[in-house]
């Protein structure tokens, strides 16, 4: 869970020391963890390529690849990159895995999907730059699958063979949905690990056995150093909104976890922008990495969403707020999300809309797990059309909403 009071200022300015304060109050996350010395050479065996190029893509000419490219804004950089999978069959999933696919009835795979899946499949370590909603948790999860069915058997108090770490609960759990859907198909388990949730049920799944592990760092941490769970088995990382934890001021507990897990292990490492802080993670975590880039490198705006910006000084935020709610919500389905910069401005917008009559609900990293699933759930069935919420819900909600930005006016 978030620090009290702990504002994207204070992120900003700690990330740059090296995360959130260390003191007697907030501890120091994994100092019980000692980085382990890999021996390669006793380590068991492992595979890590499977990708069969389909004879469709094999007779694809390099102007036909170039010209996909470029129609779909990919731009790729290191060696040996695969060519793209124009059509899902030319991935050569197993199928159990097509069996899962074929009943969504999409047309074709995504960007990041068409060039992801065969980067992933052959066990080569990349990074793949993408907006977020671009399909990457696929773009990695099905490659997951099938790396983990080409495993042995997980054995008793074996840890995951997969392990994706994400910033938030919400984007944990959204992963956690996906992983459980196109596995269930081959029998793999999958456990969400999260603060401010009972730890007891995430321990007696990780205790029976789980091949697939989505994790917050924060509470993975926990449970490594209370010997709850191990990382000896993990062959397949994945690092889902890089940029985000770094934000959030996770690095050194993301150095932590990376150091209990085997070098020669496939690293997967997904995110929206590329700084400089996200570029020198990929340096120390990935080796021979392939990097896929969907789009411009910099955070733009989507141009698929109509983007209005309103410059008007503090006092003028709260009438514009209420004229645009007053148009939005006029029409039955609508919903609208307001982002606020803290969890205090958050609580009393909330109130204020409430009295005023508006059906609104906040949400913040200091409400329980409980009370966020409750309030996201009441949103997206629309029994509580207007979310005001911190930057918890910034990414990866799965909603189709009209969102309205308040986090960064400029006054």
């Given at each position: 869970a978030e620090m009290p009071g702990y504002s994207d200022r204070d992120r900003s300015r700690d990330r740059s020391r090296g995360g959130p304060p260390q003191g007697k109050k907030y501890g120091n996350p994994g100092e019980r963890l000692r980085k382990k010395h890999w021996n390669l050479d006793e380590l068991p065996k492992f595979e890590k390529n499977f990708y069969k190029e389909h004879p469709d893509v094999a007779r694809r000419?390099?102007?036909?690849?170039?010209?996909?490219?470029?129609?779909?804004?990919?731009?790729?950089?290191?060696?040996?990159?695969?060519?793209?999978?124009?059509?899902?069959?030319?991935?050569?999933?197993?199928?159990?895995?097509?069996?899962?696919?074929?009943?969504?009835?999409?047309?074709?795979?995504?960007?990041?999907?068409?060039?992801?899946?065969?980067?992933?499949?052959?066990?080569?370590?990349?990074?793949?730059?993408?907006?977020?909603?671009?399909?990457?948790?696929?773009?990695?999860?099905?490659p997951a699958i099938v790396h983990i069915n080409h495993q042995p058997f997980l054995e008793r108090g074996d840890g995951p063979i997969c392990l994706v770490l994400a910033p938030t609960r919400e984007l944990a759990q959204q992963v956690q949905q996906v992983a459980a859907e196109y596995g269930r198909a081959s029998r793999l388990k999958s456990t969400c690990i999260y603060g401010g949730a009972p730890k007891g049920p995430q321990i007696?799944?990780?205790?029976?056995?789980?091949?697939?592990?989505?994790?917050?760092p924060g509470r993975l941490i926990d449970f490594l150093?209370?010997?709850?769970?191990?990382?000896?088995?993990?062959?397949?990382?994945?690092?889902?909104?890089?940029?985000?934890?770094?934000?959030?001021?996770?690095?050194?507990?993301?150095?932590?976890?990376?150091?209990?897990?085997?070098?020669?292990?496939?690293?997967?490492?997904?995110?929206?922008?590329?700084?400089?802080?996200?570029?020198?993670?990929?340096?120390?975590?990935?080796?021979?990495?392939?990097?896929?880039?969907?789009?411009?490198?910099?955070l733009s705006a989507n141009h698929n969403i109509l983007q209005i910006v309103d410059v008007c000084s503090d006092g003028e935020k709260e009438d514009k707020l209420l004229r645009l709610l007053e148009e939005i919500m006029s029409e039955k389905e609508n919903k609208t999300i307001i982002f606020v910069e803290t969890k205090r401005r958050c609580d009393d917008l909330t109130r204020r809309m409430r009295r005023d009559g508006w059906p609104a609900m906040g949400i913040h990293g200091d409400k329980s797990q409980q009370e966020r699933d409750w309030v996201l759930n009441e949103f997206k069935f629309g029994k509580a059309p207007i979310l005001i919420a911190t930057d918890v819900a910034s990414r990866g909600l799965g909603c189709n909403t009209y969102t309205s930005g308040l986090q960064k006016s400029v006054g």
């Open positions: 000419s390099l102007q036909e690849v170039e010209q996909y490219r470029r129609s779909k804004e990919i731009t790729v950089k290191g060696r040996d990159c695969p060519t793209p999978t124009i059509g899902f069959h030319e991935a050569s999933f197993p199928s159990y895995v097509m069996e899962v696919i074929n009943k969504q009835n999409w047309t074709e795979p995504t960007p990041i999907q068409a060039q992801g899946w065969p980067l992933a499949l052959s066990g080569k370590d990349m990074v793949g730059i993408a907006q977020t909603g671009s399909g990457k948790t696929l773009s990695y999860l099905l007696r799944d990780l205790e029976r056995g789980v091949e697939i592990c989505i994790a917050t150093e209370a010997g709850k769970t191990n990382l000896r088995r993990c062959t397949y990382l994945v690092l889902d909104e890089a940029d985000r934890m770094l934000d959030m001021g996770f690095e050194p507990q993301i150095r932590k976890i990376v150091d209990q897990i085997r070098p020669d292990r496939q690293t997967l490492m997904w995110s929206a922008t590329w700084p400089k802080e996200v570029r020198q993670l990929a340096e120390d975590f990935l080796k021979d990495y392939v990097q896929i880039n969907v789009g411009a490198l910099q």
